[in-house]
Nanobody, 125 residues
Framework: ARLVESGGGPVESGGSLRLSCAVSGLTFALTAMGWFRQAPGKEREFVAAINWNGGTDAYADSVKGRFSIARDNAKETVYLQMNSLKPEDTAVYYC???????????????????WGQGTQVSVSQ
């Protein structure tokens, strides 16, 4: 599987970015997808996830109401729309694919077995 993130970069606090993850080598339409992030000196953490058809999604409390995950199965792409960005959102953002079509109530990194290389998001004051 190949997952390629794009759309990261520098942004001012309060601004917006949309991350994209183009996927190949998976049966994308049957694959739950997720976004994780890792800030400097911290462990990688869950951000958002979406099931195979977009009917169910989940978010970390820290991003609820500000971030939105979506997918386009025809384009085999998953998106993360990030609004009202804060300096604490600064991190490398990773796209991840699951071997399952659905997402669990509690999302764990171990639920995903395909990973992209990450894209840097830097939010300044």
């Amino acid at each position: 599987a190949r997952l390629v993130e794009s759309g990261g970069g520098p942004v001012e606090s309060g601004g917006s970015l949309r991350l994209s993850c183009a996927v190949s080598g998976l049966t994308f339409a049957l694959t739950a997808m997720g976004w994780f992030r890792q800030a400097p000196g911290k462990e990688r953490e869950f951000v958002a996830a979406i099931n195979w058809n977009g009917g169910t999604d989940a978010y970390a409390d820290s991003v609820k109401g500000r971030f939105s995950i979506a997918r386009d199965n025809a384009k085999e792409t998953v998106y993360l729309q990030m609004n009202s960005l804060k300096p604490e959102d600064t991190a490398v953002y990773y796209c991840a694919g699951s071997p399952r079509a659905w997402i669990a109530k509690t999302i764990r990194e171990g639920d995903f077995d395909s990973w992209g290389q990450g894209t840097q998001v830097s939010v300044s004051q």
